[in-house]
């Protein structure tokens, strides 16, 4: 039986704790003139939100995910978001299926996630989001056998919209945990100059992952480029290095 998205908000509302809800708003900035103004919460932990997903899973469509991602509440985009997880993880090939199975709908539920992707309008909606979907995609091939095309990455690094460049360099975490690099890499330096804070712990954070599987790749790449980050970015990059390291690399 098919779910609609207004029975999972109602869900989502009958949930709602007002000591939660004003304990996020404040967590997630959004006051006036914070990067998360105006955003709504209902006031619920992302373990119970979970739990709503888990009860719907496979059984919500994409125009019913659509309504979810443009509803004005918070938890209720996550609940849209982390349900398009479930899809993308079912659309990926199964034990002895050629990786190339479901190719098409995994190209369908990419194209729709970009298609909402200012949805994700804080950075729990993208972190937990675009690494399952968007990297997952990246990493599988076509029907044509050809791989997705990682220019999209740069077009979201090169957007206006701070969340599209936090999607850009956050879906290669996935990329990273393939031992594949390059893209992550190119990104960092793109968005080095970048003014935001979410940004730049972002990029840190991608690069701190680059090192915890080959330490030597981060190095070369901090011994051309640290002297250009910010100081968030070099932070969050050289926390698992060694102390000395970590002075060295500081000064």
């Known amino acids: 039986m098919k779910v609609k998205a207004d029975d999972i908000i109602a869900t989502l509302l009958s949930m709602g704790d007002e000591w939660q809800r004003e304990n996020l708003m404040r967590f997630f900035k959004t006051g006036k003139g914070q990067y998360g103004e105006g955003d709504r919460f209902i006031g619920i932990k992302v373990p119970d939100t979970r739990m709503v997903v888990k009860e719907a899973r496979l059984r919500v469509p994409l125009d019913e995910i659509a309504v979810l991602l443009d509803s004005e509440w918070h938890e209720a985009r996550l609940c849209g978001f982390l349900l398009l997880v479930e899809e993308m993880k079912a659309a990926l090939p199964k034990a002895r299926q050629p990786l190339t199975a479901n190719a098409g709908r995994r190209d369908e539920i990419a194209r729709f996630y970009l298609q909402h992707a200012r949805s994700a309008n804080n950075w729990d909606l993208v972190d937990m989001s675009c690494p399952k979907i968007l990297g997952k995609w990246l990493l599988y091939p076509q029907a044509d056998g050809t791989m997705p095309d990682r220019q999209v990455l740069y077009r979201l690094a090169a957007s206006s919209n701070l969340w599209e460049q936090r999607i850009a360099i956050v879906t290669c975490w996935m990329l990273i945990r393939s031992d594949d690099y390059d893209d992550t890499l190119r990104l960092a ?34 011994d051309s480029h640290a002297h250009e980050m910010h100081r968030t970015t070099l932070r969050y990059a050289i926390e698992k290095m060694s102390e000395e390291k970590r002075r060295y690399y500081l000064s």
């Open 189 to 222: 330096t793109q968005l080095l100059p970048h003014p935001h804070d979410l940004i730049h712990k972002a990029v840190g954070w991608m690069l701190r992952e680059v090192g915890k599987r080959d330490m030597t790749t981060l190095e070369d790449y901090l």
